[in-house]
């Protein structure tokens, strides 16, 4: 009996020492990310400079730097189709002081579309806050007969494999959604893949293409002189650079919703008060009307919410595309 309470007694010592470290470090975790950022954040692109994600990664750090009271640094990391820098932000310490700012085409359609890829976007971070979305919009060439939706859903339907739609390559967002369409529609449209938007647009207005599902930003320049007509925004709300054109909700089909949204992430185990706060910050930013009024005028729809419901929203998006993809057979690797 003496040996066994001797026993228990040290079993309780050790017990006691191991909660008091956890503590201890809990504790050392919190004073630490109560201080944080008391260093340079680094924001990781994983796209080059001079992309459509930069003046918005660099408009949110600067905003970041103002609520927050210190450096966000905004660095360029392409490669693999931003599976390079998306890696670096996964491999980096979970201390606040690295971020992701990545959009769908990154952490959402290429979980399918590669065959492994060096970084999971589910278990590799932690979602911070959606911060705004670019919608897709169906166009055709204006001089074609087709004036709007429902006589480009009919001409498909009629006539399988007559008409080309251009994308900016296999997977991309802009051929994602024409296999959406294709997809919701049993219709058959040959896919044209190019390398550069300027391809794609060249031939569209040349009617080497009959068909495009680009993004609102880079469609609405031609929309506006006349070369293409835009004929649905693919989205519950209309683009503010084509405010004249329904949506596919607005037709009778929302479940035809496709954008390229951009979103500020988190190396996984980062601190959740650290997490909070860059949230509580961004949140705070797309509240106030001048820079709402700044994602807009870039053509964004300005987004937000919680950590959980960008988490939610971003296993939505995964099921949903990889959907797609599969009807597609489209692969990158």
Known sequence: MHAFNSL???????????????????????????????????????????????PLA?????DLGKRL?????????????????????AKAAPDGDTLLFSWTGTLVS???LYHSKPFDPQK??????????????????????????????????????????????????WHLSGEMFKKRFGVAMVHVPY??????????????????FPGSTAMAPLVQDGRVR??????????????????????????????????????????????RKVNEAVNQALATPAFRAKLVDMGYKPLG????EFATYMAAEIKKWGEVVAFSGAKID
Not at 58 to 62: D, M, P, S, T, Y
Not at 204 to 210: A, E, K, S, Y
């Open 195 to 212: 390398t550069a938007p300027s391809g794609v647009f060249s031939d569209l207005i040349g009617n080497r293409l009959q068909v495009v």
């Open 58 to 62: 660099r408009l949110l750090a600067e």
């Open 110 to 112: 290429a979980v399918t």
């Open 124 to 173: 590799d971070f932690e979602p911070i806050v959606l911060v705004g979305s670019i919608p897709n919009v169906i166009g055709v060439n204006a001089q074609l007969p087709i004036k709007d939706f429902n006589a480009l859903r009919d001409y498909a339907q009629q006539h399988p494999n007559t008409l080309n739609f251009g994308s900016t390559g296999s997977g991309s967002s």
């Open 69 to 89: 009271n210190a450096s966000f640094v905004v660095e360029n990391k392409p490669g693999a189709n931003g599976n390079v820098g998306a890696s670096i932000a």
């Open 230 to 275: 835009a004929l649905a925004v693919m989205d519950d709300a209309r683009s503010s650079v084509l405010p004249g054109v329904p949506t596919t909700a607005e037709l009778g089909y929302p479940e035809l919703a496709s954008a390229t949204w951009m979103g500020l992430l988190a190396p996984k185990g980062t601190p959740p008060e650290i997490v």
């Open 8 to 54: 228990s007694a040290r079993a309780c010592r050790r017990a006691a020492a191991l909660s008091m470290a956890l503590a201890a470090f809990a504790y050392a975790g919190v004073a630490a990310a109560a201080q944080w950022p008391s260093r340079p954040v680094r924001i990781i692109i994983p796209a080059g400079p001079g992309g459509s994600s930069d």
């Open 305 to 308: 919410g919680s950590p959980q």
